[in-house]
């Protein structure tokens, strides 16, 4: 699984985050990748599945000045889902994250656990100020 690299950073849609893997889909380019590897192959993507790859195709656009992306893709177990990124889903990934800000604190919150193995398992260990 190719990753995405370091933390991308959107503050026009108010973004921030690691995206599972990019692919090179040779007809539109660059396209984000989730990845469920222990959700069973023979489902259907979550709608907050759904809202994520949208919400990462969101910070993949903004970070590379890319065009609207068509698809993302919800990769459950094994098997892909090519999810539509429909104006409905983006519109809905704009609520979620108005949503959020509104009950957000403005300062970014203290590490939630003590947990030494969760925390040198995370994803965003290489940037966090208060790795074990």
Do not use: W
Not at 108 to 115: E, I, L, Y
């Amino acid at each position: 699984m190719p990753n995405a690299g370091p933390p991308g950073v959107a503050p026009r849609v108010g973004l921030r985050g690691i995206i599972d893997a990019v692919v090179e889909d040779p007809e539109v380019g660059l396209i984000p990748v989730e990845h469920k590897p222990l959700r069973r192959a023979g489902g259907v993507p979550y709608d907050s599945e759904r809202v994520q790859v949208a919400a990462e195709a969101l910070l993949l656009e903004e970070v590379h000045a890319l065009s609207p992306r068509p698809y993302g893709v919800v990769v459950l177990g094994t098997v892909s889902h090519r999810v539509a990124l429909t104006s409905a889903l983006r519109d809905e990934v704009r609520r979620r994250i108005a949503a959020i800000r509104k009950f957000r604190p403005t300062a970014a919150p203290n590490r939630s656990h003590a947990q030494v193995g969760r925390c040198r398992a995370c994803g965003m260990r290489p940037h966090c100020d208060q790795a074990l």
